[in-house]
C-alpha cells in the first residue's frame, strides 16, 4: 500500500446505522436480472479498461432494481437494470475519473440527450454511452404512455444538468456551498429518470395534476435527496481511498462549518435523519389524501429510499479495508430513532420549502383507480 493510500486510510470514517423505517422488500428476480444486465452491458463495451469493468460487473445492478422496484414483470425491470448499468459506467468512467471539463461534459450530456429526445437515427460519432441510452430510450416506447416517455425525458434533462455542475465543481477551487451542492447532487445521482421509471415499471400512471401538486414534487425530491445523502454516507471511504474525492456531504459541511471530520459527520446524520423524519409525515398526508395512483407512487418512493439502503450495505462496491479504531457494522444494522426529529425546515433556501408543505391546506385532487 501506498503512502498516499495510507494517508486515505486514516481519513476514513466508521460506518453508521440508518434511520428509514420503511418495510424491506425484494423482487424474486434479482439474480436472473443481473445477468441479463451485466451480459448486455459487456456487449455494449461501454468501458475499455479492464479493472473498471470488473468492478461494475460487481455492482449488482439486479439486486439494486429488485431492491429498489421489488414489483412489475421482468422485462421492464431489466430495462430499469441496464440503465443503472449505463448511469454507473457513465459516473465512474466519464464523469469521475476521466476528470472532464464542463464544457467537455456539456458536450457529451448535449449528444446523450439528443440520442433521448431523438433516438431514431444514430448521430454520426455517437459515444458508447449516448448509443446505450439511444437503445433503451427506444425499447422504452414498449411500456411507456407517451406522457411517461415526456417525464422520463424531462427528468434526463435534470440529471445531465447536474452532470455538467458537478464538473466544473470537480476542477474549481475548494468544495461548493452547502446549498448549492444540495441542489447540485440531487440532480447529479441520476435519481430524477430513476424515479420517473418507477410508474413505468409498475404499470399505473399518476395525473399530471398530482404529479405537480406541491406535496408530490417535494415527495420526489427529498426522495433524490435522500438517496444522495445515503450514498455520500454510504460510499465516502471507497472514494477517497479510489480516488482521492473529497466531494461529499461530510466534506463539504466540515468545509462550509470549519469543523473536524467526526462533527461533520454527525451533523450530516442529523440532517439526513431530520429530513427522512419529513418525508414519513408528508407522504403519510398524501396516502391519506390522495387517489390510488399518486397513493401508489409515494408508497414506491419510500421503497427507492430503502431499497437502495438494502443494496448499498450489501455491495462490494462500497468495501474498502477497514483503518485502524475504525467501527465495520454488520449488514443490515438499522436505528430505530432518528438523531433529529425537531420537525423544523433546515436553514437551506434550495430545500426549505419541502417543509412549508406540511401546512398546506389544498386536498389532492382525487381521481379514480
Not at 451480459?39 to 468492478?55: G, K, V
Request: charged share 25%.
Amino acid at each position: 500500500m501506498t503512502v498516499a493510500s495510507d494517508h486515505r486510510l486514516i481519513q476514513q470514517l466508521p460506518t453508521i446505522p440508518f434511520y428509514c423505517p420503511v418495510p424491506a422488500a425484494a423482487h424474486p428476480a434479482a439474480r436472473v436480472l443481473n445477468e441479463l444486465t451485466v451480459d448486455w452491458m459487456f456487449r455494449q463495451d461501454l468501458d475499455s479498461d479492464p479493472d473498471q469493468r470488473r468492478r461494475l460487473a460487481l455492482c449488482d445492478f439486479g439486486g439494486l432494481t429488485a431492491s429498489t422496484m421489488p414489483y412489475g414483470s421482468l422485462a421492464p425491470l431489466t430495462l430499469m437494470a441496464k440503465f443503472h448499468a449505463v448511469l454507473f459506467s457513465l459516473d465512474d468512467g466519464v464523469c469521475d475519473e476521466a476528470q472532464p471539463t464542463a464544457g467537455q461534459l456539456a458536450q457529451e450530456t448535449s449528444r446523450i440527450m439528443r440520442a433521448v429526445e431523438a433516438p431514431g437515427v444514430p448521430a454520426p460519432g455517437e459515444s458508447r454511452h449516448a448509443a446505450a441510452l439511444r437503445a433503451l430510450r427506444q425499447e422504452l416506447e414498449t411500456y411507456a404512455t407517451p406522457r411517461q416517455l415526456r417525464r422520463w425525458v424531462d427528468a434526463m434533462r435534470v440529471y445531465t444538468s447536474g452532470l455538467v455542475w458537478e464538473a466544473h465543481c470537480r476542477r474549481a477551487p475548494g468544495l461548493p456551498a452547502l446549498d448549492d451542492y444540495v441542489s447540485l447532487w440531487m440532480r447529479a445521482i441520476g435519481m430524477a429518470p430513476s424515479t420517473a421509471m418507477m410508474e413505468i415499471v409498475a404499470g399505473y400512471s399518476v395525473p399530471d395534476e398530482d404529479m405537480e401538486d406541491p406535496r408530490v414534487r417535494a415527495l420526489t425530491e427529498i426522495t433524490w435527496t435522500l438517496v444522495s445523502w445515503d450514498n455520500d454516507l454510504y460510499s465516502r471511504n471507497k472514494e477517497l481511498l479510489r480516488a482521492d474525492d473529497d466531494l461529499n456531504l461530510i466534506d463539504v459541511l466540515r468545509h462550509e462549518l470549519g469543523c473536524s471530520t467526526p462533527q461533520a459527520l454527525e451533523r450530516a446524520v442529523e440532517m439526513r435523519d431530520r429530513v427522512m423524519v419529513l418525508f414519513l409525515r408528508l407522504r403519510e398526508q398524501v396516502l391519506r389524501e390522495g387517489g390510488a395512483e399518486v397513493r401508489r407512487y409515494v408508497h414506491d418512493l419510500g421503497q427507492f429510499v430503502r431499497g437502495h439502503l438494502d443494496w448499498a450495505s450489501r455491495c462490494p462496491r462500497y468495501k474498502v479495508p477497514p483503518a485502524p479504531g475504525v467501527t465495520v457494522r454488520p449488514t443490515g444494522w438499522w436505528k430505530h430513532r432518528p438523531a433529529d426529529d425537531s420537525g423544523e425546515a433546515l436553514p437551506l433556501p434550495a430545500i426549505s420549502w419541502w417543509w412549508d408543505q406540511l401546512e398546506a391546506e389544498r386536498p389532492l385532487v382525487r381521481h379514480a383507480a
